[in-house]
């Protein structure tokens, strides 16, 4: 049976970018609160001519460029996001379009800042059965149009960008060595956006109510977020029978840096083995742990053979783990 592994990375970030201290003028905060409550220090934002699908575009194509594929090769195409372009049609059929992948398999995923970990188990399943061969899986979100700038417990936190990887089959010795994802929606109210769906269709009413923003209960999440990332992160590293002390490094979903050092405690992972750019660029959900993957691929940080655990958390609620061997 072949493995599914990463063969190529790329990710688009805004230029703008906006730092606590704009964020000072804004909302009653300061750049000392948001550091010490979160680590971040700056996030990007998208210029009103940048979309989910745009950022995406460029993510893949540089995606594309590293593994030497051509769109045209791909079969299966899954953009993971919580801001799509627009409800109807899926973003992933704008990307397909934009990128002359022909007429492959193409869809949106929805789970938040583990939607990249559930992307890349869907195409683990398709490239074992051998069903795809060559998939692209992007993480891809432009939550500054969800936040409300008035709201200063959410509009600190989140920042925009994109990250793209390419998968396909590998020699079993690399790859994904196990995955595990999962949702608990007793928590669905925890993070959500009230209005403009279904069950409340936007209204002048929804809009003057700030019903289409960001909503989260931060606080009870923050413990739910620690105990399920060390839980899922222990298990998969026991179903392919390893230990903490052999992974080479750990990139956790970049939702606030004490979160990190919570779960990094209890699964005895030391700092330098652990990546973190929650300082630059926020918490950009989905999007969070391949543009992680990306600056270590290219800086370096990542070496053929390195031992990964990748692990997310977010809105769902959804969290899971990937490790792989690079
Ligand atoms: N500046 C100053 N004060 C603030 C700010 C701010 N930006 N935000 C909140 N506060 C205040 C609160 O009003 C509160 O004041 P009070 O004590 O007078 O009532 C105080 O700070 C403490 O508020 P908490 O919400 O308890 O702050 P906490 O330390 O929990 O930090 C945070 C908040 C950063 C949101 C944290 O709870 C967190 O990161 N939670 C996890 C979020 C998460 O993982 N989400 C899922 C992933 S995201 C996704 O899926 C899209």
Known sequence: ?????????????PEKVITNFDLEKMVDTS?????????????????PNETTSTLSVKAAKKALEMAGIEPEQLDLIICSTISPDMPLPATASIIQ????????????????????????TVVDQFVKTGKSKYALVIGAELLSRYLDYQDRSTCVIFGDGVAAGVMGPVNSSSGILASEVHTNGAFADHLYIPAGGTARPATCETVQAREHFIKMRGNELFKVAVRSLEEVSRRVMEQANVHAGDVDLFIPHQANQRITNAVCERLGLPAEKVYSNINR???????????????????????????????????????????MRW
């Open 97 to 120: 379009r934009e990128l002359g992948a022909g007429t492959c398999c193409a869809f949106d995923l929805a789970a938040a800042c583990s939607g990249f970990l559930f992307g890349m």
């Open 281 to 323: 660029v926020g918490n950009t959900s989905s999007a969070s742990i391949p543009i992680c993957l990306d600056e270590c691929v290219r800086s370096g940080r990542i070496k053929k053979g390195d031992l990964i655990l990748m692990s997310a958390f977010g809105a769902g609620v959804t969290w899971g783990s990937v490790l």
């Open 31 to 47: 750049d000392k609160w948001i550091t010490e409550r979160t680590g971040i220090k700056e996030r990007r934002q998208a210029a």
């Open 1 to 13: 049976m072949v493995a599914t592994g990463i063969l190529g990375t790329g990710a688009a970030l």
